[in-house]
DNA sequence: CATGATTACTAAAGAATGTGGATAAAGACA
DNA sequence: TGTCTTTATCCACATTCTTTAGTAATCATG
């Protein structure tokens, strides 16, 4: 439902859409401004001066004249605040702190101690968030909040673990209450997937689409969807299932009870399994999300990157799959960009992508109408822990609508 | 990119949330309407004044008491405007005349006379509006517009027929502007499926959630998103393709170039093919769109809906294709409803929905967290036509966000 | 039947916002 | 030096929603 709107709110909004634009270029002029946001120049002048007086906006030099007065140009101050990401992932833990841009100024990476329980596992997380401002050399005062990305369903609003599936013994784990009394800090919870989505488009600016999808290959395959420039969750938060897309009718048995979903063919276990046979292997017993599975998908993708026969045959096969789940979903969403993203894809992304933009290109119902751009994820493998950053920063600073968004 | 936002419309906003607020209940009181939009009751009451002078609300007695003054209750002045919708099928050409609720009024239909080319039909349609208006004895300063819908691609803005596939001999024709000039109405032009799926929205009220698929049954197999309360055709205005899911890798060969859509199992020909190929005839060679075409497939509807084997089989077999589609889309798009409509479901509609209410509550990835509800349109055969008047009711009264909405 | 509590609605003043027109400042150009 | 263009701001004004307070209708209760 709908929700009314007021006047703070009205204020609110178009100052998030003049700090969006700011955060969107380079540097840029008030005038400038008001040409793409739609505001008379007055109005500019004044919320300008109201992000001056924030410190979220720095004036940076003069404009090289175009006839008359020279433009004082604007830049964002992305030394003005900062934002810590946190992913757990069942293999490994990634933290990062982010400026206002969405830019990665600190990185840690560790094991995730999954196995010592959630209590231990929370306060270790606790002091290595306070270990990683402090280190980063960021004004405490500075940092607006902590960003978490768990794999699967999570409880954004009650900020609960609801059922992790590849982090055992983690059920229903009031992690956004904890880290928020162990911090002092406001904390924000989602999927890694979703989370990976709006750090893409934060971290984006002008380079990212305002609809967009965005496939992210971690343990599965998830995804996010970006549409009409604000992310779309769906109704149970639960908009983005790409791995469940069925690529394969009657194909290979799923863990979400059907058959033929595109992560069975792509996931790494998948991946691990096709190269195993292909060489006449047994296919190796590897847990889900083990440190061993990351270490042998690895392998792999590093063999396919370099021309190996066969992985290249496994990774081509799995990329083909891709093409077919990528044409259906342009032809039920008719977005200009797909984004892939996620450790998943390092070392086989230009794969993917070529397979990807060629099917795109040639199979869609509306490919005369629109290309739809295929494209890496600027974040790289640690776009879940941007992402994750980047909620805080979303949360804060985008223009939004009334009401409950998506 | 976004727009700014201005005062005036803010209030146009709040004003048509409150419309919509109403227009979703039989009655309503300003009390539960300032609950139900956020807004302050004094500004309720401001609003509803505005609405009232303006004639679109009336007083409508008062509710029985809770306690203390009783409510002065509100409802819809659905006479207080009406719209006219036009449907230009390859076989039929479908007027109705609405009332501001979605309501039919008058409805007539006969056959398109296409073979006559563009110039003759446009000018046939504008007396068949000016009879229709007349018939309704609905006052002509009360008509708000006319909307159009039509198969295949078009482009809204420019008010042209770009390449309908199922209408010869209709290039880039200049509808909006010869219908506008002919009857002195604004002319809203989309494709059918486009506006069935407003239809459904604004006739369905409260019965029809935000976020909800609708899957057009026509000569093609088209479909609409609501998404976050508002209409999404995506980037080209190509979102919806739902005919061209593949539902089968390698399968049939598709018009589109493509093999195993959804489409090439479901479209009236296919049904057609697959009946007489099932009873050991040769596939009739029908004209795609042609009156023959859709008598021959009543025949096969009507059949399987008596409980004739042969077409019975046919027809789950297509249902069940059917439901794979709906699982890929629900694992997409996380909606809590698919409506299934257009001429092509009359008779199996109740086949195809328990097919497919079947499928979604026992394959989606996220089926625990969510039920998907599967209904067929309350807008019946004439979805487009009800729809394409919804999309002038629409334009002129739905909520808007600033910015060029999807 | 008077009183007070409850619910529904409205009037008037106040605060926040964007708009439009005028003004000021800085530089380009003749 | 003077005029024009571009850029940015100042001030009066209109519009919106909110707050505060007040009116109106109904019910419960003694």
Known sequence: MLTGTNLLWLGDFNQSLVLNEIRSKESISRVELAERTGLTAQ????????????GLVLEAGRRSSRGGKRATMLRLNAESCYAVGLHIDPARTTLVVTDLRGRVVTRVSRRTPAARGPGRVIGALVRAVHQIVERSGVPADRVLGIGVATPGPIDPGGGLVVEPPNLPGWHSVPLRESLESGTGLPVVLDNDATAATIGERWAGGEARSADMAF?????????????????????????????HITVVVGGRECRCGNRGCLETYLSPHAIIDDAARRRGEEPPRLPRGSAATVEYYGRVCRAAAAGEEDALAVIEAAAD???HAVVTLTNILDVPMVVLGGWGISGIGDLYRRAVTEAAATQPIARAMRKTRVELSITGDDAAAVGAASMVLHTTYAPRFGGPAG
Chains 1, 2 share one sequence.
């Open 321 to 323: 799959h891709l093409g």
């Open 43 to 54: 109005t500019v002048s004044n919320i300008v001066r109201r992000l001056l007086d924030a």
């Open 215 to 243: 496939l992210y290959f971690g343990t599965g395959i998830g995804g996010g969807l970006v549409l009409g420039g604000r992310p779309y969750r769906g109704i149970s938060k639960n908009a983005g299932e790409f791995g």
